[in-house]
């Protein structure tokens, strides 16, 4: 069966510090890859995703960038953070287009004070 | 690109209730809809999904939807709800055709099944 995860699960960073979320899935192949940021009362923002290796589609232009160095592996970067960054970061995964169902990991909160 | 439109915030009822949460859509294509529910402090959970065919969709834990092309709506329901359903509810939208990967969510309603 296929799983998520996601670490750490809980972060407090300061403002200007850097970031590394990491997200990796295990029993499926070529799956494609997203970031979303949810933050209190305004749902899931759709931050970045990816349909192959280096394939990186940005959502939103921001503070953050994303990488995928190998098939299951999906990273989401800051090289300093604001506190605007501050939210509940969730990795998802799919398998083909739009009809699929995502599946997302536990989550990181990310603090930033 | 499609929008979505949870109409309710926060829904507070009694255990073994009746329950409807509500959502609207908007789009320029035909679309696939989802909800997803979210328990605290966890990742999303796919309750139910209408791809096509029959527009009355059941889904996990008693929850179904009912898709209404001409209202643009995708509403979610239970006859009876329990203590265990509070959460937040998603409802997401996805375009059908070409090579679309992405979902659309709404903000959310936060179901508090009260005893």
């Known amino acids: 069966s296929q799983t998520i995860h996601q670490w750490p699960a809980t972060l407090v960073q300061p403002v200007g510090s850097p970031l590394s979320l990491e997200c990796t899935v295990e029993?499926?192949?070529?799956?494609?890859l997203y970031w979303y940021r949810q933050a209190a009362g305004r749902g899931l923002q759709l931050l970045f995703y990816?349909?192959?290796?280096?394939?990186i589609s940005s959502e939103v232009p921001q503070n953050l960038s994303a990488s995928r160095p190998q098939d299951r592996q999906f990273i989401l970067s800051s090289k300093k953070l604001l506190l605007s960054d501050s939210g509940f970061y969730l990795c998802?995964?799919?398998?083909?287009?739009?009809?699929?169902?995502?599946?997302f990991g536990p989550g990181t909160r990310l603090t930033v004070l | 690109a499609q929008s979505v439109t949870q109409l309710d915030s926060q829904v507070p009822v009694f255990e073994e209730a009746p329950v409807e949460l509500r959502c609207n859509y908007s789009?320029?294509?035909?679309?696939?809809l989802f909800w997803y529910v979210q328990y605290p402090n966890q990742g999303l959970q796919l309750l139910l999904k209408?791809?096509?065919?029959?527009?009355l969709v059941k889904g996990i834990n008693g929850f179904e939807a009912e898709f209404n092309k001409s209202q643009t709506s995708f509403h979610l329901r239970k006859p009876s709800v329990h203590i265990s359903d509070t959460a937040e509810y998603f409802c997401?939208?996805?375009?059908?055709?070409?090579?679309?990967?992405?979902?659309?969510f709404g903000k959310g309603t936060l179901l508090t099944v009260n005893p």
């Open positions: 998802a995964w799919s398998v083909g287009s739009g009809a699929d169902t995502q599946y």
């Open positions: 029993g499926t192949s070529n799956p494609n």
């Open positions: 990816s349909v192959g290796i280096g394939q």
């Open positions: 789009s320029s294509v035909s679309v696939y």
């Open positions: 209408y791809l096509s065919g029959s527009t």
């Open positions: 997401a939208v996805s375009g059908q055709g070409g090579s679309n990967y992405k979902l659309t």
